[in-house]
């Protein structure tokens, strides 16, 4: 589906830490704060470095007296989003878009098991209370580092002995393959998290023979195998060389320097923005949800949008796209 691209000014009415790195912005749309359905998420148009840019939150719980509520995890070093985002005030003004989902909750599972790593519990928490208004049983498995470093535990405490949690700190770690194996075969799984347990979870999944349909996930786009570092891309069909820095996308670069790229969604699920890779000095470090495992691990696609390299140099082939801007 193609993004809605218009926006409208929110003001932010209040902020709060819900965790030592992870802060809650509640927005006063222009308009009505209208209902949105599960796993909706905003976005928020930011500033880096003095350019524009945008990112994707997902909207936590129901709306509430005219307001949505977001939570923003800081990311030292980043992109830069995050910094933009914990430097506003209340009283300050952005730019943001309808809510929108592309991962909606379906209406008649026989089971339900939602799984929310880090920050990933922000959509996940709406579709527990969904579940606990409608009392439907569901079983929530929420992962974070420490106690002290996990968003929502009192939220997530109020599903009772539907919700269990993990420290790794503690050495306690969701057994998916367990989990899995307890779902009824059609049951539906909801996961939100990094990347690395997205793809355990696929892995999980797919070895314990379950259709795919019923496995429903979402990721950050900044979460990778690897920590963000530069990079260079090289386009011989174009005859040009790109400079992607640490902080900025290999998407945005390409468009920096005038590299016409088709892309939609921005956040590694649509697809729209692959390119052909002909070679990679460095491995790279796929963290897009479109393609599959296997696609990955031929590396014969690149999502620009999202994917990088652990450094050096690859060399793409953009196809038909790559018209100069
Ligand atoms: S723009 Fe959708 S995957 Fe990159």
């Known amino acids: 589906m193609r993004y809605d691209e218009s926006f409208a000014p929110a003001t932010i009415a209040a902020i709060r830490d819900v965790a030592p790195a992870i802060r809650e912005l509640t927005l006063h749309p222009a308009g009505n704060a209208v209902s949105y359905p599960t796993g ?11 350019k524009p840019g945008i990112r994707h939150y997902s909207l936590i719980g129901a709306p509430q007296d005219g307001v949505w509520r977001i939570a923003v995890k800081r990311e030292d070093p980043g992109r830069g989003g995050s910094r933009f985002m914990w430097s506003l005030k209340p009283g300050d003004v952005v730019e943001i878009s309808n809510p929108a989902s592309h991962f909606e909750l379906a209406a008649n599972a026989s089971a339900y098991l939602l799984i929310a790593g880090g920050i990933g519990i922000t959509p996940i928490l709406g ?4 579940l606990r208004r409608r009392a439907v049983p569901f079983r929530l498995l929420y992962a974070g580092r420490s106690e002290a470093e996990t968003a929502y535990l009192p ?31 059609d049951g539906e799984a909801y996961i939100c998290g990094p990347i690395g347990l997205l793809d355990a979870a696929r892995a999980a999944w797919d070895a314990g023979g379950r259709p ?34 640490a902080e900025m996308t290999m998407l945005d670069a390409l468009e920096d320097a005038g590299i016409g790229v088709l892309a939609d969604c921005r956040r590694g699920e649509c697809g729209l923005c692959a390119m052909d890779v002909i070679a990679s000095e ?7 949800v ?7 691990a031929q ?5 620009a949008c999202v994917s990088r390299v652990a450094g050096g140099t690859i060399t793409l082939e953009p196809a038909w796209r790559g018209d100069v801007l």
């Open 299 to 303: 590396n014969r696609k690149i999502c």
């Open 155 to 185: 939220e997530v405490a109020q599903c009772g002995a539907q919700a269990e949690v993990y420290f790794a700190d503690q050495g306690r770690f969701i057994d998916l393959a367990s989990a899995f194996r307890a779902l009824p075969l």
């Open 282 to 288: 460095r491995e790279i470090d796929h963290r897009d």
């Open 212 to 245: 795919r349909a019923r496995l429903r996930f979402e990721t950050f786009g900044s979460s990778g195998r690897f920590a963000a570092e530069a990079f260079t891309v090289r386009l011989p069909r174009l005859n040009r060389e790109v400079h992607v820095t």
């Open 40 to 50: 909706a998420h905003l976005r928020v148009q930011v500033r880096i470095n003095g």
């Open 290 to 296: 479109f393609f599959s495992d296997a696609q990955h």
């Open 127 to 130: 579709m527990a209370q969904v």
